[in-house]
């Protein structure tokens, strides 16, 4: 059966602590602590900034052995004026030794600039680009558009033919394109309300429940993770779905 994966953007932060954390745990504890709450963990530092070969096996040794985490994949490879020119950008990404996750490592994300409209041509160019598998792994990716233009069958049909996801963003701002393009589903929930303990209301959450089951009984495994609004409650509404889930 396909795997469902709740989750969460990061683990340290400060507001979480004395609330979905205990009191007094060891902020050199909170991913493990976390890791042990969730199927798997959305890394935003990852965009930023490379991490040292040892972080990534500190955080390996963190976690439980059916946990894997996302990984946002490096501005420098998604914000350049050509993505079809990120060759080498997306060779250094994969270098840093993120491969130290063996099995741990989940699908990559590929977040696009808002500005940055559908370009066939470019787009083809650059999902070429992403590599099945590296240093002996199997990866996934998945790309998320954030707009408008995207909304168009010659991307999906782009992303079918290199096995790549697009995202599901339930969001404000950007458009929430949904296509099944991929072996796998991935969701980024970020309309989450403080005034709503569970950040998104029963209404919500179980719609959000019947589609995971949708994507398992078509054989997709899913990665759904509560990111951004109010990220108070992102515990509290990852934990809430995957109650529903069992």
Known sequence: MADIRIGIGGWSFAPWRGDFFPKGLAQSKELEFASRQF???????????????????????SVPENF?????????????PRLADAGEGIRNFLAQGLTAL???????????AAR??????????????????????????VIE??????????????CRDQNVAV??????????????TASFSYARLQRMREDVPTGYDEAALDGFAARARRWQAAGRDSYIFMINGAKLRAPAAALALQERLG
């Open 145 to 158: 558009p954030r707009h408008e233009s995207f909304r168009d069958e010659a991307f999906f049909a782009l």
């Open 39 to 61: 199927g798997s963990i959305e890394i935003n530092g990852t965009f930023y900034s490379r991490q040292a070969r040892s972080t990534w096996e500190k955080w390996a040794a």
């Open 167 to 180: 995202v599901f963003g339930d969001d404000d701002e950007f458009p929430c394109i949904e296509a099944d």
């Open 68 to 80: 894997q985490f996302a990984l946002k994949a490096s501005r420098y490879c998604v914000t350049r």
């Open 102 to 112: 063996g099995p741990k490592l989940g699908p990559i994300l590929w977040m696009l």
């Open 116 to 141: 940055r409209k559908f370009d066939r041509e470019d787009i083809a160019a650059f999902l070429s680009l992403l590599p099945q598998t590296y240093d002996g792994l199997q990866l996934r990716h």
